[in-house]
């Protein structure tokens, strides 16, 4: 069975400065994915970020980047130059390459960027 | 990336009636999930839905409660039966891309269900 932890329900960050929310996993899959989400107060469910296990780096997309130890398992997100409008729900969740491919999720991490 | 819609994108009803979610994918995708989010809560799987087979229900869900068809490889529905204020959440479908099980996973912009 898959488990993602993310310890941080709330995180408070002054705007322009990075955060790195937490994220760490367990899984006995060999190749597995790593996602996060970023979920405004409308609900929807905006994917950020993927990483696969056997990816050698660390992945990127514009402000958001995925601090990657596999041998800790843990997958923390760094958002660089915090903005307003990143003040929102994040969710970790993984998925196995194989079989149904459905999602596990965290517990969130809520965000706050302060002016 | 793919264009997923969901109808309708919220709606209030009365307890022990039936509310049926559509999701529209602007691709043909193999897999389809639905997933529900409680109030303050994280996502949960409801069930894994295929073209051509029954969909595979999680613990806890089942058939009678949350029936989903999967007509073709661009749609899907699940239907809230029998509905109570515990069913009151967000529900969401979502389709993985990429090849050999890698690659991006997306969501519709989700349901917010009222039961009153």
């Known amino acids: 069975a898959q488990k993602i932890t993310q310890t941080q329900p709330g995180m408070f960050v002054q705007e322009k400065e990075a955060v790195t929310l937490d994220c760490t996993y367990d899984?006995?899959?060999?190749?597995?994915?790593l996602f996060w989400y970023k979920q405004p107060s409308s609900g929807e469910m905006i994917f950020l970020i993927y990483?696969?296990?056997?990816?050698?780096q660390n992945a990127t997309e514009g402000r958001y980047s995925l601090n990657f130890q596999k041998a800790r398992k843990s997958a923390n997100l760094v958002i660089s130059a915090s903005q307003l409008g990143d003040s929102a729900m994040y969710f970790c969740?993984?998925?196995?390459?194989?079989?149904?491919?459905?999602?596990?999720f965290g517990s969130g991490t809520r965000l706050q960027v302060q002016p | 990336s793919a264009v997923i819609s969901q109808k309708p994108s919220r709606d209030i009803c009365q307890r022990g009636t039936s509310l049926t979610i559509q999701c529209q994918v602007d691709s043909q995708v193999t897999m389809m999930f639905w997933y529900r989010q409680q109030p303050g809560q994280s996502l949960t799987l409801i069930a894994t839905a295929n073209q051509g087979s029954e969909a595979t229900y999680e613990s806890g869900f089942v058939i009678d409660k949350f029936p989903i068809s999967r007509p073709n490889l661009t749609f899907s529905t699940l239907t809230v039966s029998n509905m109570s204020p515990e069913d009151s959440s967000i529900y969401l479908c979502?389709?993985?891309?990429?090849?050999?099980?890698?690659?991006?996973?997306?969501f519709g912009p989700g349901t917010r269900l009222t039961v009153l």
């Open positions: 899984t006995s899959d060999q190749s597995y994915g």
């Open positions: 990483q696969g296990s056997y990816d050698e």
């Open positions: 969740a993984m998925r196995k390459d194989t079989g149904r491919r459905a999602l596990t």
């Open positions: 979502s389709v993985a891309l990429g090849l050999a099980g890698r690659g991006e996973q997306f």
